[in-house]
């Protein structure tokens, strides 16, 4: 069965350092998707990609992050200047339209 | 204030009993509900979606119920097993097909 792959599964980093997550949606899939997790909460959109550009963000995607598909397979978030409050699991999702399928998270620590 | 909750947040029931998770949805004009397990440390799994012009699917063990006038959504699963126990999340979704996800249950089973 197709899945969406993330790598790396955890990630310790250091206040202000910066981050790339990636992630390698399903091959047919157009929708791509970030959502993170905090410990202990909801699970929380960030960002939506199609068709090579940003379709929707929420309020927690500001400057400080980016996302990319530098190639055919890969889809990247990009945090600047990584805060304390960015600690979480941070899931790549993807879709042809509606069924949407997650990737098994990247644990994000900062410290 | 969210738009989509969660009525109880813990569920503890007994291996073979069937099981009944509840969710209130607060935007009228979403058309579409997916129902997503999260078992510890992974991705949400996709479990079961209904569109706004149903009331009922069935799929394995599983039976959602969609009522529009009270902006209800449950999800039912028969005869529930040990390996039913995580977190388990409605979304709704309108016109974006970006799933806007409540807070979750924890469903317990007991052996």
């Known amino acids: 069965e197709p899945e969406v792959t993330q790598t790396p599964s955890h990630q310790v980093t250091q206040m202000g350092q910066e981050v790339i997550l990636r992630c390698v949606p399903i091959?047919?899939?157009?929708?791509f998707y970030w959502y993170r997790q905090i410990l202990g909460q909801k699970v929380e959109f960030l960002v939506s990609f199609y068709n090579n550009e940003i379709s929707e963000k929420s309020e927690i995607f500001d400057d400080q992050f980016s996302v990319e598909r530098p190639d055919g397979s890969n889809f990247t978030l990009k945090i600047r200047s990584t805060k304390l409050e960015d600690s979480a699991m941070y899931f790549c999702a993807s879709s042809e339209r509606t069924e949407i399928y997650f990737g098994e998270g990247s644990w994000l620590t900062v410290v | 204030g969210e738009s989509v909750g969660l009525h109880l947040p813990t569920l503890s029931v007994q291996e073979g009993d069937n099981s009944i998770i509840n969710c209130a949805y607060s935007n009228s004009a979403s058309d579409y509900f997916i129902w997503y397990k999260q078992e510890s440390g992974k991705g949400p799994q996709f479990i079961i979606d209904?569109?706004?012009?149903?009331d009922k699917r069935q799929g394995q063990r599983v039976t959602v119920l969609l009522n529009k006038t009270v902006k209800h959504l449950s999800l039912q699963i028969a005869a529930t097993q040990p390996g039913d126990s995580a977190v388990y999340f409605c979304a709704e979704l309108y016109r974006s097909y970006i799933p806007t996800f409540g807070r979750g249950t924890s469903l317990i089973v007991h052996p």
């Open positions: 209904i569109r706004s012009n149903m």
């Open positions: 091959s047919n899939h157009l929708y």
